[in-house]
């Protein structure tokens, strides 16, 4: 792992996010996250060019997992609470795994394995259109 806790997958780019590993891609009925062959440091790619979009829309980016600092962090178990959630709550979105570049360092991967893997695509760090799975398994226990 790159550090202790690893990588989160859905860190903020601008906040504790450090590179992309995806973007937003397919249709509106049917949006997905492309992986990368490569992650992008985020100093690389310029916000401004997006044109009002947030990147957060857009790319998925991945940053160092803070822990207990975190509202998804369950300190009970010390995991991330968010991608149980999602393996719980959100259907997989295809029945193979894609390439991904942070798998060996990602926090989810550690935690669920493929089962993860397979919902993560429909994961959208900033989502105005969530469908309603998605939107249930984002918010943390008490949010409801
Ligand atoms: S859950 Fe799987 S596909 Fe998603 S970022 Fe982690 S290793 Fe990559």
């Given at each position: 792992m790159e550090n202790e806790k690893g990588l989160c997958p859905s860190a903020n780019f601008g906040m504790?996010?450090?590179?992309?590993?995806g973007m937003l891609g397919g249709s509106l009925g049917d949006r997905r996250v492309i992986y990368l062959k490569q992650a992008v440091p985020v100093q690389q790619i310029d916000p401004a060019k997006l044109n009002g979009i947030r990147p957060s829309e857009v790319f998925r980016t991945a940053g160092r997992c803070v822990g207990s600092e975190c509202?998804?962090?369950?300190?009970?178990?010390?995991?991330?609470s968010l991608v149980n959630r999602i393996v719980d709550k959100v259907s997989p979105g295809t029945e193979e795994l894609a390439y991904c570049a942070i798998r060996p360092d990602c926090v989810w991967w550690h935690q669920q394995g493929g089962d993860a893997c397979l919902r993560c695509a429909k994961v959208i760090t900033q989502d105005l259109l969530a469908p309603a799975d998605i939107a249930e398994a984002r918010l943390p226990a008490g949010h409801r």
């Amino acid at each position: 792992m790159e550090n202790e806790k690893g990588l989160c997958p859905s860190a903020n780019f601008g906040m504790n996010g450090e590179k992309v590993f995806g973007m937003l891609g397919g249709s509106l009925g049917d949006r997905r996250v492309i992986y990368l062959k490569q992650a992008v440091p985020v100093q690389q790619i310029d916000p401004a060019k997006l044109n009002g979009i947030r990147p957060s829309e857009v790319f998925r980016t991945a940053g160092r997992c803070v822990g207990s600092e975190c509202a998804n962090h369950d300190s009970a178990s010390d995991q991330c609470s968010l991608v149980n959630r999602i393996v719980d709550k959100v259907s997989p979105g295809t029945e193979e795994l894609a390439y991904c570049a942070i798998r060996p360092d990602c926090v989810w991967w550690h935690q669920q394995g493929g089962d993860a893997c397979l919902r993560c695509a429909k994961v959208i760090t900033q989502d105005l259109l969530a469908p309603a799975d998605i939107a249930e398994a984002r918010l943390p226990a008490g949010h409801r």
